[in-house]
Protein backbone atom coordinates (compact mmCIF):
# COMPACT_ATOMS: atom_id res chain seq x y z
CA UNK A 1 0.00 0.00 0.00
CA UNK A 2 1.41 3.24 -0.81
CA UNK A 3 1.50 6.42 1.64
CA UNK A 4 -1.22 8.97 2.19
CA UNK A 5 -0.32 11.79 -0.31
CA UNK A 6 -2.23 14.92 -0.32
CA UNK A 7 -1.23 15.99 -3.91
CA UNK A 8 -2.19 12.15 -4.86
CA UNK A 9 -4.23 12.09 -8.08
CA UNK A 10 -6.63 9.43 -8.20
CA UNK A 11 -6.81 9.06 -12.02
CA UNK A 12 -3.25 8.93 -11.74
CA UNK A 13 -3.44 6.00 -9.76
CA UNK A 14 -3.11 3.37 -12.28
CA UNK A 15 -4.93 0.61 -10.51
CA UNK A 16 -7.70 3.01 -9.64
CA UNK A 17 -8.31 4.57 -13.28
CA UNK A 18 -11.80 3.79 -14.48
CA UNK A 19 -10.82 1.89 -18.14
CA UNK A 20 -8.71 -0.25 -15.73
CA UNK A 21 -11.56 -1.17 -12.70
CA UNK A 22 -13.39 -1.84 -15.79
CA UNK A 23 -11.15 -3.74 -17.35
CA UNK A 24 -10.83 -5.96 -14.42
CA UNK A 25 -14.73 -6.26 -14.02
CA UNK A 26 -15.31 -7.36 -17.43
CA UNK A 27 -12.38 -10.37 -17.60
CA UNK A 28 -14.07 -11.12 -13.90
CA UNK A 29 -17.34 -11.56 -15.59
CA UNK A 30 -15.93 -13.04 -18.99
CA UNK A 31 -13.73 -15.76 -16.84
CA UNK A 32 -16.83 -16.46 -14.80
CA UNK A 33 -19.44 -16.89 -18.19
CA UNK A 34 -16.23 -19.39 -19.56
CA UNK A 35 -16.20 -21.40 -16.38
CA UNK A 36 -18.00 -24.43 -17.58
CA UNK A 37 -17.94 -26.44 -13.95
CA UNK A 38 -18.46 -25.68 -10.13
CA UNK A 39 -14.58 -26.32 -10.20
CA UNK A 40 -14.18 -23.98 -12.81
CA UNK A 41 -15.79 -21.49 -11.35
CA UNK A 42 -13.85 -22.20 -7.83
CA UNK A 43 -10.89 -21.11 -9.57
CA UNK A 44 -12.17 -17.79 -10.92
CA UNK A 45 -13.63 -17.10 -7.91
CA UNK A 46 -10.46 -17.51 -6.13
CA UNK A 47 -8.69 -15.52 -8.95
CA UNK A 48 -11.16 -12.95 -9.69
CA UNK A 49 -12.40 -11.85 -5.96
CA UNK A 50 -9.63 -13.29 -3.78
CA UNK A 51 -7.80 -11.42 -1.57
CA UNK A 52 -4.50 -10.93 -4.35
CA UNK A 53 -7.45 -10.42 -6.91
CA UNK A 54 -6.83 -7.51 -8.67
CA UNK A 55 -9.60 -5.55 -7.64
CA UNK A 56 -9.11 -6.46 -3.96
CA UNK A 57 -5.62 -4.98 -4.93
CA UNK A 58 -7.09 -1.65 -6.16
CA UNK A 59 -9.07 -1.59 -2.96
CA UNK A 60 -6.30 -1.57 -0.95
CA UNK A 61 -5.24 1.71 -3.03
CA UNK A 62 -7.90 3.74 -1.89
CA UNK A 63 -6.92 4.11 1.34
CA UNK A 64 -4.05 5.86 0.62
CA UNK A 65 -5.44 8.17 -1.39
CA UNK A 66 -6.21 11.61 -0.18
CA UNK A 67 -9.97 12.17 1.08
CA UNK A 68 -11.41 13.94 -1.33
CA UNK A 69 -10.38 11.51 -3.68
CA UNK A 70 -11.48 8.42 -1.69
CA UNK A 71 -15.20 8.68 -2.32
CA UNK A 72 -15.39 8.22 -6.00
CA UNK A 73 -13.06 5.78 -6.12
CA UNK A 74 -14.89 3.86 -3.14
CA UNK A 75 -17.53 4.14 -5.52
CA UNK A 76 -16.11 2.73 -8.64
CA UNK A 77 -14.17 -0.30 -7.33
CA UNK A 78 -17.32 -1.15 -4.99
CA UNK A 79 -19.89 -0.78 -7.81
CA UNK A 80 -17.55 -3.25 -9.97
CA UNK A 81 -17.06 -5.98 -6.91
CA UNK A 82 -20.86 -5.71 -6.80
CA UNK A 83 -21.43 -6.51 -10.28
CA UNK A 84 -18.28 -8.82 -10.15
CA UNK A 85 -20.24 -11.26 -7.07
CA UNK A 86 -23.36 -10.99 -8.50
CA UNK A 87 -22.32 -12.58 -12.05
CA UNK A 88 -20.42 -15.11 -10.00
CA UNK A 89 -23.25 -15.61 -7.50
CA UNK A 90 -26.01 -16.13 -10.85
CA UNK A 91 -23.20 -18.46 -12.54
CA UNK A 92 -23.12 -20.25 -9.13
CA UNK A 93 -26.32 -21.05 -9.43
CA UNK A 94 -26.63 -21.99 -12.78
CA UNK A 95 -24.05 -24.56 -12.78
CA UNK A 96 -25.68 -26.15 -9.44
CA UNK A 97 -28.53 -26.27 -11.10
CA UNK A 98 -26.87 -28.08 -14.33
CA UNK A 99 -25.27 -30.33 -12.13
CA UNK A 100 -28.45 -31.18 -10.13
CA UNK A 101 -30.23 -31.89 -13.32
CA UNK A 102 -27.06 -33.88 -14.07
CA UNK A 103 -27.57 -36.70 -11.12
CA UNK A 104 -30.78 -36.43 -11.26
CA UNK A 105 -30.20 -38.43 -14.81
CA UNK A 106 -26.87 -40.29 -14.35
CA UNK A 107 -27.68 -41.47 -10.95
CA UNK A 108 -31.30 -42.37 -11.46
CA UNK A 109 -32.05 -45.60 -9.74
CA UNK A 110 -34.51 -47.76 -11.84
CA UNK A 111 -37.30 -48.97 -9.15
CA UNK A 112 -38.47 -51.31 -11.70
CA UNK A 113 -34.98 -53.51 -12.07
CA UNK A 114 -35.36 -57.30 -10.47
CA UNK A 115 -33.68 -57.35 -7.05
CA UNK A 116 -32.86 -60.44 -5.81
CA UNK A 117 -30.42 -61.85 -8.67
CA UNK A 118 -27.66 -62.24 -5.86
CA UNK A 119 -28.61 -65.55 -4.49
CA UNK A 120 -28.93 -66.14 -0.62
CA UNK A 121 -26.73 -68.51 0.83
CA UNK A 122 -28.22 -71.76 3.10
CA UNK A 123 -27.35 -73.02 5.88
CA UNK A 124 -24.85 -76.53 5.69
CA UNK A 125 -27.28 -79.33 6.02
CA UNK A 126 -24.75 -80.82 8.33
CA UNK A 127 -25.09 -77.98 10.29
CA UNK A 128 -29.00 -78.01 10.76
CA UNK A 129 -28.60 -82.04 11.09
CA UNK A 130 -26.56 -81.61 13.90
CA UNK A 131 -28.73 -79.55 15.47
CA UNK A 132 -31.90 -81.49 14.90
CA UNK A 133 -30.13 -84.69 16.30
CA UNK A 134 -28.62 -82.03 19.30
CA UNK A 135 -32.37 -80.91 20.04
CA UNK A 136 -33.34 -84.72 20.10
CA UNK A 137 -31.19 -84.92 23.34
CA UNK A 138 -31.68 -81.38 24.85
CA UNK A 139 -35.40 -82.69 24.94
CA UNK A 140 -34.08 -85.50 27.26
CA UNK A 141 -32.26 -83.39 29.48
CA UNK A 142 -28.96 -83.53 27.52
CA UNK A 143 -26.42 -80.65 27.47
CA UNK A 144 -24.16 -80.28 24.71
CA UNK A 145 -20.58 -80.55 25.82
CA UNK A 146 -18.00 -79.27 23.10
CA UNK A 147 -14.15 -79.52 22.92
CA UNK A 148 -10.97 -78.66 21.03
CA UNK A 149 -10.32 -80.12 17.58
CA UNK A 150 -6.10 -80.13 18.12
CA UNK A 151 -6.25 -82.37 20.90
CA UNK A 152 -3.63 -83.67 23.37
CA UNK A 153 -3.05 -86.92 22.44
CA UNK A 154 -3.51 -88.01 26.19
CA UNK A 155 -7.42 -86.88 26.05
CA UNK A 156 -7.74 -88.39 22.40
CA UNK A 157 -5.77 -91.94 23.41
CA UNK A 158 -4.47 -92.69 27.03
CA UNK A 159 -7.64 -91.80 28.72
CA UNK A 160 -9.77 -93.85 26.22
CA UNK A 161 -7.56 -96.92 26.91
CA UNK A 162 -6.14 -96.58 23.65
CA UNK A 163 -2.56 -98.06 24.07
CA UNK A 164 0.35 -96.69 22.48
CA UNK A 165 1.12 -99.65 20.17
CA UNK A 166 -2.71 -99.23 19.23
CA UNK A 167 -2.94 -99.38 14.98
CA UNK A 168 -4.95 -96.27 15.22
CA UNK A 169 -2.20 -94.57 16.64
CA UNK A 170 -0.25 -95.02 13.59
CA UNK A 171 0.75 -92.59 11.24
CA UNK A 172 -1.36 -93.35 8.53
CA UNK A 173 -4.33 -92.77 10.48
CA UNK A 174 -3.98 -90.08 12.95
CA UNK A 175 -2.86 -86.61 11.84
CA UNK A 176 -0.16 -85.39 14.36
CA UNK A 177 0.26 -81.83 14.92
CA UNK A 178 4.07 -80.42 15.24
CA UNK A 179 4.19 -78.22 17.97
CA UNK A 180 6.50 -74.61 17.43
CA UNK A 181 9.58 -76.48 19.12
CA UNK A 182 9.36 -78.49 16.04
CA UNK A 183 10.01 -81.80 17.86
CA UNK A 184 9.92 -84.98 15.96
CA UNK A 185 7.55 -86.85 18.51
CA UNK A 186 4.82 -84.71 18.70
CA UNK A 187 2.08 -85.13 21.53
CA UNK A 188 -0.82 -83.38 19.65
CA UNK A 189 -3.23 -84.83 17.21
CA UNK A 190 -6.19 -83.24 15.23
CA UNK A 191 -8.91 -85.35 17.13
CA UNK A 192 -9.49 -88.80 15.25
CA UNK A 193 -13.22 -88.70 17.35
CA UNK A 194 -15.63 -87.00 19.67
CA UNK A 195 -14.66 -89.44 22.68
CA UNK A 196 -11.90 -86.72 23.78
CA UNK A 197 -14.89 -84.41 25.04
CA UNK A 198 -16.08 -87.52 27.06
CA UNK A 199 -12.71 -87.39 29.24
CA UNK A 200 -12.91 -83.85 29.18
CA UNK A 201 -16.43 -83.62 30.75
CA UNK A 202 -15.84 -86.19 33.12
CA UNK A 203 -13.12 -84.20 34.74
CA UNK A 204 -15.46 -81.24 34.45
CA UNK A 205 -18.22 -82.55 36.09
CA UNK A 206 -20.04 -84.35 39.06
CA UNK A 207 -21.92 -87.49 37.83
CA UNK A 208 -25.19 -87.54 36.95
CA UNK A 209 -23.55 -86.24 33.36
CA UNK A 210 -25.62 -86.37 30.69
CA UNK A 211 -24.25 -84.90 27.46
CA UNK A 212 -24.22 -84.60 23.54
CA UNK A 213 -20.79 -83.64 21.65
CA UNK A 214 -21.33 -83.04 18.18
CA UNK A 215 -18.01 -82.11 16.44
CA UNK A 216 -15.35 -82.08 13.80
CA UNK A 217 -12.96 -84.89 13.36
CA UNK A 218 -9.55 -85.58 11.18
CA UNK A 219 -8.17 -88.80 9.95
CA UNK A 220 -5.64 -89.30 7.30
CA UNK A 221 -7.94 -90.38 4.38
CA UNK A 222 -8.59 -89.45 0.68
CA UNK A 223 -11.28 -87.01 -0.28
CA UNK A 224 -13.13 -88.74 -2.93
CA UNK A 225 -17.01 -90.18 -3.43
CA UNK A 226 -17.55 -92.34 0.10
CA UNK A 227 -14.23 -90.80 2.20
CA UNK A 228 -13.47 -87.60 3.48
CA UNK A 229 -10.39 -86.45 6.00
CA UNK A 230 -12.88 -84.12 8.05
CA UNK A 231 -16.22 -85.65 9.28
CA UNK A 232 -18.52 -84.83 12.03
CA UNK A 233 -19.18 -86.82 14.68
CA UNK A 234 -22.01 -86.46 17.21
CA UNK A 235 -20.88 -88.65 20.47
CA UNK A 236 -23.40 -89.04 23.25
CA UNK A 237 -22.32 -89.70 27.00
CA UNK A 238 -24.24 -90.61 30.17
CA UNK A 239 -23.04 -91.41 33.37
CA UNK A 240 -24.58 -91.68 36.28
CA UNK A 241 -25.39 -94.62 39.12
CA UNK A 242 -27.25 -97.78 37.48
CA UNK A 243 -27.38 -97.47 33.72
CA UNK A 244 -27.04 -100.43 31.50
CA UNK A 245 -27.30 -101.27 28.29
CA UNK A 246 -31.25 -101.55 28.15
CA UNK A 247 -30.41 -97.47 28.85
CA UNK A 248 -28.21 -97.13 25.87
CA UNK A 249 -30.76 -99.20 23.62
CA UNK A 250 -33.87 -97.26 24.74
CA UNK A 251 -32.23 -93.93 23.80
CA UNK A 252 -31.04 -94.53 20.51
CA UNK A 253 -34.00 -95.75 19.59
CA UNK A 254 -36.01 -92.89 20.76
CA UNK A 255 -33.23 -90.59 18.51
CA UNK A 256 -33.95 -93.19 15.43
CA UNK A 257 -37.95 -92.43 15.70
CA UNK A 258 -37.55 -89.06 15.96
CA UNK A 259 -35.39 -88.16 13.29
CA UNK A 260 -36.73 -91.56 11.17
CA UNK A 261 -40.25 -91.89 12.23
CA UNK A 262 -42.37 -94.19 14.58
CA UNK A 263 -41.90 -97.77 15.15
CA UNK A 264 -38.49 -97.97 14.29
CA UNK A 265 -36.53 -100.50 15.95
CA UNK A 266 -32.54 -101.01 16.72
CA UNK A 267 -30.17 -103.49 16.85
CA UNK A 268 -26.80 -104.33 18.75
CA UNK A 269 -24.17 -106.06 17.32
CA UNK A 270 -21.18 -107.03 19.35
CA UNK A 271 -17.90 -104.91 18.64
CA UNK A 272 -14.88 -103.70 20.05
CA UNK A 273 -14.28 -100.65 21.13
CA UNK A 274 -10.97 -99.98 23.83
CA UNK A 275 -13.00 -97.35 25.55
CA UNK A 276 -16.30 -99.23 26.09
CA UNK A 277 -16.55 -102.67 27.87
CA UNK A 278 -19.01 -104.35 26.23
CA UNK A 279 -18.96 -102.95 23.21
CA UNK A 280 -21.23 -102.90 20.17
CA UNK A 281 -22.32 -101.39 16.31
CA UNK A 282 -25.54 -100.51 16.78
CA UNK A 283 -27.80 -100.53 13.73
CA UNK A 284 -31.50 -99.32 12.71
CA UNK A 285 -33.92 -100.96 10.83
CA UNK A 286 -33.93 -99.47 7.73
CA UNK A 287 -36.60 -96.76 7.24
CA UNK A 288 -37.38 -97.12 3.80
CA UNK A 289 -38.51 -101.01 3.91
CA UNK A 290 -38.81 -101.07 7.10
CA UNK A 291 -36.86 -104.70 6.76
CA UNK A 292 -39.15 -106.33 4.30
CA UNK A 293 -36.60 -106.12 1.32
CA UNK A 294 -34.31 -108.68 3.16
CA UNK A 295 -34.29 -111.90 1.96
CA UNK A 296 -37.43 -110.89 -0.89
CA UNK A 297 -35.89 -110.41 -4.00
CA UNK A 298 -39.11 -108.88 -5.47
CA UNK A 299 -38.30 -105.73 -3.02
CA UNK A 300 -35.19 -104.71 -3.59
CA UNK A 301 -34.03 -101.98 -1.22
CA UNK A 302 -31.56 -98.81 -2.26
CA UNK A 303 -31.07 -97.02 0.91
CA UNK A 304 -30.26 -100.38 2.96
CA UNK A 305 -29.07 -102.46 0.17
CA UNK A 306 -31.41 -104.66 0.81
CA UNK A 307 -30.15 -105.47 4.14
CA UNK A 308 -33.20 -104.41 5.86
CA UNK A 309 -30.41 -102.84 8.32
CA UNK A 310 -28.86 -99.51 8.64
CA UNK A 311 -25.26 -99.26 10.60
CA UNK A 312 -25.19 -96.53 12.45
CA UNK A 313 -22.33 -95.88 14.67
CA UNK A 314 -20.26 -97.65 17.82
CA UNK A 315 -21.73 -97.66 21.52
CA UNK A 316 -21.22 -99.79 24.77
CA UNK A 317 -20.60 -99.01 28.13
CA UNK A 318 -17.71 -96.74 29.18
CA UNK A 319 -14.89 -99.09 30.35
CA UNK A 320 -14.37 -98.93 33.90
CA UNK A 321 -11.04 -98.02 32.87
CA UNK A 322 -12.09 -94.66 31.51
CA UNK A 323 -14.14 -93.82 34.58
CA UNK A 324 -11.65 -94.13 36.80
CA UNK A 325 -9.06 -92.30 34.07
CA UNK A 326 -11.41 -89.69 34.08
CA UNK A 327 -11.54 -89.25 38.15
CA UNK A 328 -15.39 -91.35 38.33
CA UNK A 329 -15.73 -94.36 40.76
CA UNK A 330 -16.65 -97.25 38.62
CA UNK A 331 -18.03 -99.40 41.58
CA UNK A 332 -20.86 -96.57 42.28
CA UNK A 333 -21.21 -95.56 38.88
CA UNK A 334 -21.43 -96.87 35.03
CA UNK A 335 -22.05 -94.98 31.64
CA UNK A 336 -22.73 -95.20 28.30
CA UNK A 337 -21.64 -93.82 25.18
CA UNK A 338 -22.12 -93.72 21.34
CA UNK A 339 -20.65 -92.79 18.83
CA UNK A 340 -21.77 -91.83 15.13
CA UNK A 341 -20.54 -89.74 12.18
CA UNK A 342 -23.78 -87.62 10.18
CA UNK A 343 -22.05 -87.22 6.53
CA UNK A 344 -23.04 -90.76 6.51
CA UNK A 345 -26.56 -90.20 8.01
CA UNK A 346 -27.27 -87.71 5.91
CA UNK A 347 -25.99 -89.34 2.57
CA UNK A 348 -28.75 -92.04 3.42
CA UNK A 349 -31.37 -89.58 4.93
CA UNK A 350 -31.07 -87.43 1.60
CA UNK A 351 -29.90 -89.66 -1.15
CA UNK A 352 -26.75 -87.76 -1.50
CA UNK A 353 -23.84 -89.46 -3.19
CA UNK A 354 -20.97 -87.98 -3.08
CA UNK A 355 -18.80 -86.52 -0.21
CA UNK A 356 -17.34 -84.25 -1.88
CA UNK A 357 -20.32 -82.05 -2.18
CA UNK A 358 -20.61 -82.16 1.52
CA UNK A 359 -17.33 -80.50 2.04
CA UNK A 360 -16.97 -78.48 -1.53
CA UNK A 361 -19.14 -75.63 -0.37
CA UNK A 362 -20.99 -75.15 -3.17
CA UNK A 363 -24.50 -73.01 -2.56
CA UNK A 364 -26.06 -75.37 -5.44
CA UNK A 365 -25.72 -78.57 -2.86
CA UNK A 366 -27.05 -76.48 0.37
CA UNK A 367 -29.47 -74.51 -1.23
CA UNK A 368 -31.90 -77.43 -1.50
CA UNK A 369 -32.18 -78.31 1.73
CA UNK A 370 -33.27 -75.36 2.62
CA UNK A 371 -33.09 -72.40 5.12
CA UNK A 372 -33.78 -74.14 8.33
CA UNK A 373 -32.79 -72.20 11.29
N1 LIG B 1 -15.17 -93.07 19.03
C1 LIG B 1 -15.59 -94.19 18.21
C2 LIG B 1 -15.10 -93.99 16.78
O1 LIG B 1 -14.83 -92.90 16.39
C3 LIG B 1 -17.06 -94.38 18.23
C4 LIG B 1 -17.60 -94.76 19.58
C5 LIG B 1 -18.01 -93.79 20.44
C6 LIG B 1 -17.69 -96.07 19.96
C7 LIG B 1 -18.52 -94.13 21.69
C8 LIG B 1 -18.18 -96.43 21.20
C9 LIG B 1 -18.61 -95.44 22.06
O2 LIG B 1 -15.01 -94.91 16.03
Redesign the pocket.
Known amino acids: MSAPNKSYDPVEVEALKPEEIERMRDEALAAFAAAGSLEALHEAKVAHTGPTSPLALANREIGALPPQAKAEAGKRVGMARGAVNKALAARQAELEAERDARVLVEEAVDVTLPHDRIPSGARHPITTLSERIEDVFVAMGYEVAEGPEVEAEWFNFDALNIAKDHPARAMQDTLFVQGPDKKAESEVVLR????PVQVRTMLDREPPIYVICPGR?YRMDELDATHTPVFT?V?LLAVDEGLTMADLKGTIEHMVRALFGEGLTTRLRPNY?P??EP?AELDMQCYVCRGASAGDPERPCRTCSSEGWIEL????MVNPRVLTAAGIDPEKYSGF???FGIERLLMFRHNVEDMRDMVEGDVRFTRPFGMEI
Open positions: THTSVQEFFTSGGCGAFG
